[in-house]
Nanobody, 121 residues
């Protein structure tokens, strides 16, 4: 079994910063890709940023230049540094990971519980 736990959300004023973290735990052999999605009330979940095991990153246009995704493979952890936050960044942020785990080895996708980010004017 694998669990993902996010942390670091909160309330911040526009222009401020937050750093989200997500830790994957369990019988993990490796993680192919980890990323962040967000969902505002009444809206669909959207991709924010992803990072592969090798370090390749991908960002939504709306956050490019403001957000930075990073990882620690040894700790099965991904971070999202969010700078120059805007009110439109307000959402629940979810961590996701494609994990190689268990015995025999298998590949599965997991989601965290989400962490609230609120950006005020």
């Amino acid at each position: 079994q694998v669990q993902l736990v996010e942390s670091g959300g909160g309330l911040v004023q526009a222009g401020g910063s937050l750093r989200l973290s997500c830790v994957a735990s369990g019988s993990i052999f490796s993680i192919n890709i980890m990323g962040w999605y967000r969902q505002a009330p009444g809206e669909e979940r959207e991709l924010v940023a992803t990072i592969t095991h090798s370090g390749a990153t991908n960002y939504a246009d709306s956050v490019k230049g403001r957000f930075t995704v990073s990882k620690d493979n040894a700790k099965n952890t991904v971070h999202l540094q969010m700078d120059s936050l805007k009110p439109e960044d307000t959402a629940v942020y979810y961590c996701e990971a494609q994990v190689i785990w268990g015995y025999p080895l298998k590949t599965s996708d997991y989601w965290g519980q989400g962490t609230q980010v609120t950006v005020s004017d």
